[in-house]
């Protein structure tokens, strides 16, 4: 079982929709969760953070996490095509400081 | 400064030779990594410095890979005798403070664009 799984995609959506991306994590322990989005050809940014059970919002994005499943994803309401992107998945393991990806799932969003 | 910056953007060597890649990281950032991405996969986890000190070096493939940081803030990647397989984007992120405070925002680590490295 890979530590970070991600569905690699792509996932497509007509602007506008809700894209839902998903992602699982097999150390039950980890306490830190992110996203980050990638544009081709660039570094990864952090869009958000999460590390309570339940939903966190930041504008047109929500991160959910549920920890006895074991499961994060992120929703992007109101998709743009500038939302066009690699989302990778991070966990920061118990007992370690640096991040584990998962190997990221292209988004595109269509006009 | 501003973000974390990496110097070269992109580094073209032949098999065999040594290189350095640089790391600048944002200004107060007590932590410093680096990563290493192919082409389809996600980073992956090189060596981890707090402070001067590596504080995990466990994700280094072998001991050609080498990386110091010795004043706590740029640091260095060195890689000798290069081979093929070591062509990859490496990026260097750094946060604010180790997260062994594991949950909070201390541990939010940022991305320098990165350094493309291709070994012909």
């Known amino acids: 079982q890979k530590e970070v799984e991600q569905n690699s995609g792509p996932l497509s959506v007509p602007e506008g929709a809700i894209a839902s991306l998903n992602c699982t994590y097999s150390d039950r322990g980890s306490q830190s969760f992110f996203w980050y989005r990638q544009y081709s050809g660039k570094s990864p940014e952090l869009i958000m953070f999460i590390y309570s059970n339940g939903d966190k919002e930041d504008g047109r994005f929500t991160a959910q996490l549920n920890k006895a499943s074991q499961y994060v994803s992120l929703l992007i309401r109101d998709s743009q095509p500038s939302d066009s992107a690699t989302y990778l998945c991070?966990?920061?393991?118990?007992?370690?400081?640096?991040?584990?990806f998962g190997k990221g799932t292209m988004l595109l969003v269509s006009p | 400064g501003a973000g974390v910056s990496q110097t070269p953007s992109n580094k073209v060597t032949e098999k065999g030779k040594y290189v350095e890649l640089r790391c600048d990281p944002i200004s107060g950032h007590t932590a410093l990594y680096w990563y290493r991405q192919s082409l389809g996969q996600g980073p992956e986890f090189l060596i981890y410095?707090?402070?001067?000190?590596?504080?995990?070096d466990s994700g280094l493939p072998n001991d050609r890979f080498f990386a110091v940081r010795p004043e706590g803030s740029v640091s260095t990647l060195k890689i000798q005798r290069t081979e093929r397989g070591d062509s990859a984007v490496y990026l260097c992120?750094?946060?604010?403070?180790?997260?062994?405070?594991?949950?909070?925002?201390?541990?939010?680590?940022?991305f320098g664009p990165g350094t493309r490295l291709t070994v012909l």
């Open positions: 992120a750094s946060s604010f403070i180790n997260p062994g405070l594991a949950g909070s925002s201390t541990d939010t680590q940022y």
């Open positions: 991070a966990v920061i393991k118990s007992g370690y400081s640096t991040l584990t």
């Open positions: 410095f707090q402070g001067t000190g590596a504080a995990d």
